[in-house]
């Protein structure tokens, strides 16, 4: 990979799908990895809410998939969806992933501020996203809380993120 100062954030495309599944597979375990259906299926419902960080010889260093969603349930990994949710209230990342030979580089929250900027940009005020055991403390760092609801459906939600996965919220306006 390259340094951080040589990458440059820009919205993804379909033909960076390739690039951030070789992202994806270094940077989590086989049980979390989505398709390339999957990608590109938010990303055509989406467009305005998937970025990647490009390096040298355009190689994906990180990407970050969000989209407008609903607050409280999160939808299932690597499951497609027809459409959007009609009233959309929160501005949900999906995901965000840094190939290991860009971690610690900042490219992470790099590519963050420039996603939460756009959805500010769209006028959602609130973010949310599921985080997993090993990654609350970093998302806490970036203005998240966990959030206080356990229903029954949230818990049968965030079982299919892996052991000890948590729902987050945030205002978009804190930065």
């Known amino acids: 990979m390259t340094s951080q100062f040589s990458y440059r954030i820009r919205p993804m495309l379909p033909s960076d799908v390739a690039g951030v599944l070789d992202v994806q597979a270094q940077a989590y375990t086989d049980i979390l990895l989505e398709d390339a259906g999957f990608f590109l299926n938010r990303l055509a419902l989406a467009p305005d809410h998937c970025w990647v960080a490009v390096g040298d010889a355009a190689r994906i260093g990180a990407y970050l998939i969000a989209y407008p969603w609903i607050d409280g349930l999160p939808p299932a990994l690597n499951v497609a969806l027809p459409s959007l949710p009609v009233e959309c209230t929160h501005w949900f990342l999906h995901d965000c992933a840094v190939h ?61 993120y892996g052991a000890g996965a948590r729902y987050m919220t945030r205002a978009l306006s804190a930065t």
Not at 111 to 119: E, I, Y
Not at 125 to 134: D, H, M, Q, R, W
């Open 100 to 160: 290991p030979a860009a971690q610690g580089t900042g490219l992470g929250g790099q590519l963050l501020q420039a996603a939460a900027a756009q959805a500010r940009a769209l006028d959602y005020a609130y973010a949310s996203l599921v985080s997993l055991e090993s990654a609350v403390a970093y998302w806490v760092r970036q203005g998240y809380a966990p959030a206080s609801d356990s229903s029954p459906d949230l818990t049968a939600k965030l079982a299919g």
